[in-house]
């Protein structure tokens, strides 16, 4: 079911979203060759605490998992497309990074990610997380009342297959509120004018995935979370919360 969002309740869930886009302004100044994924996590974990938000992430455990999350962040770097648990690995000249973060704030869940390079980047890598952002900016353009999901994730797909990308299949955006994941799914991929109406006060989590070899084949890394692509190409990934009202698509978790 989709619980629709009153002004107030997205207000509120605007807070919680600037504490997200801080956590990942935060991580993202911190990144640089030789700086490990734990150090990344801890650098978003005090901005948590800082502002007396919580983790959606930490000990998360869908059903698909067999352990829960242990960090506040995801890290998933080069072949890593999303759930990348930090580790103490650290990062090398040219890596291509997409960290995601979600927090909780006064009950209200924010949920966004960003991908970027460290140090020399490879200019395919640039290439493929421009397409990821412009991916995410025309799925939001399509979050408006009189749309529907189908809308948002066809425009989300054009920008990706236009770019010669691979879209994995089975995971997208969702519905965010004082869950993280909510309903309705909003699929990277889909047909134009199907699926549900768009209404004023859904929020949604906006957030293509790109596989840069181009076919869409990912598997499970073996700690049970990371999703890395089958051809061993780099991946990228981008997300905001869209509050979609009558004056149009508000991103809660920009800065
Ligand atoms: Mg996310
Ligand atoms: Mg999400």
Redesign the pocket.
Same mark, same amino acid.
Request: glycine share 12%; net charge negative; aromatic share 4%.
């Given at each position: 079911m989709v619980e629709l969002k009153t002004d107030t309740s997205i207000d509120a869930m605007r807070e919680a979203g600037r504490v997200v886009a801080q956590a990942l302004a935060a991580a993202r100044k911190h990144a640089a060759v030789g700086v490990s994924l734990l150090e990344l996590d801890e650098v978003a974990h005090q901005v948590l605490r800082d502002a007396g938000a919580t983790s959606p992430f930490l000990g998360y455990r869908p059903s698909f998992a067999t352990t829960p999350f242990p960090a506040v962040l995801?890290t998933s770097v080069n072949d890593a497309i999303v759930h990348g648990i930090p580790t103490k690995y650290r990062l090398r000249d040219g890596d291509l990074v997409s960290i =995601?973060?979600?927090a909780r704030l006064d009950g209200w869940v924010g =949920?966004? #990610?960003v991908s970027f390079t460290v140090g020399t980047p490879r200019p395919a890598d640039l290439t493929l997380v421009e397409t990821a952002e412009r991916a995410l900016a025309a799925g939001i353009a399509a979050a408006v009342v009189g749309n529907r999901i189908g809308d948002i994730a066809h425009a989300v797909g054009t920008v990706c297959r236009a770019g010669g990308y691979g879209v994995p299949q089975d995971f997208g955006g969702h519905g965010v509120g004082r869950q993280m994941h909510e309903d309705p799914s909003v699929p990277n991929e889909g047909r134009p004018g199907r699926g549900m109406p768009l209404r004023h006060g859904m929020v949604l #989590?906006i /957030?293509p995935m790109l596989i840069g070899g181009g076919t869409d084949g990912y598997h499970e890394a073996s700690d049970g979370w990371t999703l890395c692509t089958n051809d061993g190409s780099r991946a990228a990934h981008a /997300?905001h919360t869209v509050a979609i009202t009558d004056a149009g698509p508000r991103i809660l978790t920009a800065l």
């Amino acid at each position: 079911m989709v619980e629709l969002k009153t002004d107030t309740s997205i207000d509120a869930m605007r807070e919680a979203g600037r504490v997200v886009a801080q956590a990942l302004a935060a991580a993202r100044k911190h990144a640089a060759v030789g700086v490990s994924l734990l150090e990344l996590d801890e650098v978003a974990h005090q901005v948590l605490r800082d502002a007396g938000a919580t983790s959606p992430f930490l000990g998360y455990r869908p059903s698909f998992a067999t352990t829960p999350f242990p960090a506040v962040l995801c890290t998933s770097v080069n072949d890593a497309i999303v759930h990348g648990i930090p580790t103490k690995y650290r990062l090398r000249d040219g890596d291509l990074v997409s960290i =995601d973060f979600g927090a909780r704030l006064d009950g209200w869940v924010g =949920d966004s #990610a960003v991908s970027f390079t460290v140090g020399t980047p490879r200019p395919a890598d640039l290439t493929l997380v421009e397409t990821a952002e412009r991916a995410l900016a025309a799925g939001i353009a399509a979050a408006v009342v009189g749309n529907r999901i189908g809308d948002i994730a066809h425009a989300v797909g054009t920008v990706c297959r236009a770019g010669g990308y691979g879209v994995p299949q089975d995971f997208g955006g969702h519905g965010v509120g004082r869950q993280m994941h909510e309903d309705p799914s909003v699929p990277n991929e889909g047909r134009p004018g199907r699926g549900m109406p768009l209404r004023h006060g859904m929020v949604l #989590a906006i /957030e293509p995935m790109l596989i840069g070899g181009g076919t869409d084949g990912y598997h499970e890394a073996s700690d049970g979370w990371t999703l890395c692509t089958n051809d061993g190409s780099r991946a990228a990934h981008a /997300e905001h919360t869209v509050a979609i009202t009558d004056a149009g698509p508000r991103i809660l978790t920009a800065l």
